[in-house]
Nanobody, 124 residues
């Protein structure tokens, strides 16, 4: 199938920066949209940002200017550069991909997958 491996989370002081990565591998046909979501303790999962294979981006309004999403199509990898981090950015960050994958010798299925999540903690 398809696997998503996230990395880059950790503990950072307020005002600091982190860069998250999410690499997709497996029987990938194509990946149309890659994105990041986050879930803070006691809250619902929310959109952070998405990016299409053509490079079009979409951000949560509250995060514009601090977070930047990018991707390397050749590596099936999406990145999230987070600057000016605040304690309220503390959450588990999840990678999300939409596309298609090889589901059999002659078949292609819809790809809709989540990463395992990486914890970002912003604290002094």
């Amino acid at each position: 199938q398809v696997q998503l491996v996230e990395s880059g989370g950790g503990l950072v002081q307020p005002g600091g920066s982190l860069r998250l990565s999410c690499a997709a591998s497996g029987n990938i046909f194509n990946i149309n949209i890659m994105g990041w979501y986050r879930q803070a303790p006691g809250k619902q999962r929310e959109l952070v940002a998405t990016i299409t294979s053509g490079g079009s981006t979409n951000y949560a309004d509250s995060l514009k200017g601090r977070f930047t999403i990018s991707r390397d199509n050749a590596k099936n990898t999406v990145y999230l550069q987070m600057n000016g981090l605040k304690p309220e950015d503390t959450a588990v960050y999840y990678c999300k991909v939409y596309g298609r994958y090889y589901s059999g010798s002659y078949s292609i299925g819809a790809l809709d997958a989540w990463g395992q999540g990486t914890l970002v903690t912003v604290s002094s």
